[in-house]
């Protein structure tokens, strides 16, 4: 069973920048693609950032592109998100995802969600 734990998240105004942690309880990290999906309230979970299994092919949500930067170390069995220029519309509870197969934009392709993390961006 894979476990996965986010941290960073908190409040932050509009502007500024957090970064997200998402530590994975596995053997080998580098079996999984890695992503992040968010959902704020009353709204559907979006996808926002997907990265492959030895980090050579990243996937961003068009909102966010060119804002946050999704990386990892296997080493470390950590993927990171990191946000700048935060938006209120990036207020949100973001979880982290894994996926034995490979990265997507489909939440329905990973296996395994974290609990989430609250960002709040203050205007």
Same mark, same amino acid.
């Given at each position: 069973?894979?476990?996965?734990?986010?941290?960073?998240?908190?409040?932050?105004?509009?502007?500024? #920048?957090?970064?997200?942690?998402?530590?994975? #309880?596995?053997?080998?990290?580098? *079996?999984?693609?890695?992503?992040?999906?968010?959902?704020?309230?009353?709204?559907?979970?979006?996808?926002?950032?997907?990265?492959?299994?030895?980090?050579?092919?990243?996937?961003?949500?068009?909102?966010?592109?060119?804002?946050?930067?999704?990386?990892?170390? *296997?080493?470390? *069995?950590?993927?990171?998100?990191?946000?700048?220029?935060?938006?209120?519309?990036?207020? !949100?509870?973001?979880?982290?995802? !894994?996926?034995?197969?490979?990265? #997507?934009?489909?939440?329905?392709?990973?296996?395994?969600?974290?609990?989430?993390?609250?960002?709040?961006? #203050?205007?």
């Amino acid at each position: 069973q894979v476990q996965l734990v986010e941290s960073g998240g908190g409040l932050v105004q509009t502007g500024g #920048s957090l970064r997200l942690s998402c530590a994975a #309880s596995v053997r080998t990290f580098s *079996n999984y693609a890695m992503g992040w999906f968010r959902q704020a309230p009353g709204k559907d979970r979006e996808f926002v950032a997907a990265i492959s299994k030895f980090g050579g092919s990243t996937t961003y949500a068009d909102s966010v592109k060119g804002r946050f930067t999704i990386s990892r170390e *296997n080493a470390k *069995n950590t993927v990171y998100l990191q946000m700048s220029s935060l938006k209120p519309e990036d207020t !949100a509870v973001y979880y982290c995802v !894994a996926a034995t197969s490979v990265s #997507s934009v489909a939440p329905g392709l990973y296996d395994y969600w974290g609990q989430g993390t609250q960002v709040t961006v #203050s205007s």
